[in-house]
Every structure is written in structure tokens, then in C-alpha cells.
């Protein structure tokens, strides 16, 4: 048995993937984990139509091109605070690119949230999304920031 019984996270049973279940987790809200996996499973089934591609590897792709490399932490030397650019862990790569997704897709209207997200996995993973342009501009901030990259530590 391992240290971290509380931390692992069983795989989705319907897809069999560590990644889908903890989407699932990010996109519940006030505890209704049932329809949050409704919805993901609609927005995999309409992706599925709209691709002729297996959804899991459509949404695997969208994660992959939407998760940031770099970021940029504030940090207080000398009286002043930095913007300093880090490198991005493997997890938080994961939690940023689907927190970016989720938002993306709540914060569209007129249809309903599994069309939303559906779309914007699709768009994401085409490199044409909402989540891609928070990449984008969390990258080009790094990108202005470099000289401070020596605070670092």
C-alpha cells in the first residue's frame, strides 16, 4: 500500500484514464460529480461526431498543446517585486491547462456546457482556443521577464 493512499486517484471506469477522472473532479461543482461526468461524457460524444477521432486522444491533445511551459511568480527583493519566469512541473502543467479549458467553456453562453467544453477541446486542440491564448500570453510574459530569471531559486 502505498504513502499516499488519500492522493491516487482511480482511473475513469468508463474510459479507463487517470487524466478524464481528475478532469471530472476539476469540472464539479457543488459536489454533483454526477453531472459533471454528464457533461464530459457528452462533450466526448459530440467530439467524437465533429472528428471521426477517438475523444480521449483529441482531449489528451488539447491538455498537451494548451499547458504552459512557463510561468511567472511575483517576487519581493529588495523593495521591489519581479515578475520572475519558472518552468512548469508536470502536474500543475496538467492543472493549469485544464483549469484554462474549464473557465474557456463556462465563460461561453446560449448553448449548453457540454457543447461549450466540447468545442473548446476541439478548438484547443486544433491550437485555436480561449485556453491557447492564456498560454500564449503567460509565455510572452515570460518571455518579458527573463532578465529577472536569475531571482530564481
Known amino acids: 500500500m502505498s504513502q499516499n493512499k488519500f492522493r491516487e486517484i482511480q482511473p475513469d471506469p468508463h474510459y479507463n484514464n487517470v487524466r478524464v477522472a481528475k478532469f471530472i473532479n476539476y469540472l464539479t461543482q457543488r459536489g454533483q460529480k454526477d453531472t459533471a461526468r454528464k457533461v464530459l461524457y457528452e462533450a466526448f460524444s459530440i467530439i467524437k461526431k465533429k472528428t471521426d477521432r477517438d475523444p480521449v486522444d483529441v482531449f489528451e491533445e488539447a491538455i498537451e498543446k494548451s499547458a504552459p511551459r512557463l510561468e511567472v511568480k511575483s517576487r519581493r527583493i529588495g523593495g521591489a517585486n519581479y515578475q520572475v519566469p519558472y518552468e512548469v512541473k508536470g502536474k500543475r502543467r496538467f492543472t493549469l491547462a485544464a483549469r484554462w479549458i474549464i473557465d ?34 503567460m509565455h510572452r510574459m515570460a518571455e518579458a521577464n527573463k532578465a529577472f530569471a536569475h531571482f530564481a531559486f
Do not use: P, Y
Open 104 to 137: 474557456a467553456a463556462r465563460s461561453g453562453s446560449g448553448t449548453s456546457m457540454a457543447n461549450r467544453l466540447a468545442k473548446e477541446i476541439i478548438d484547443d486542440a486544433n491550437e485555436e482556443g480561449k485556453a491557447q491564448q492564456k498560454k500564449i500570453n
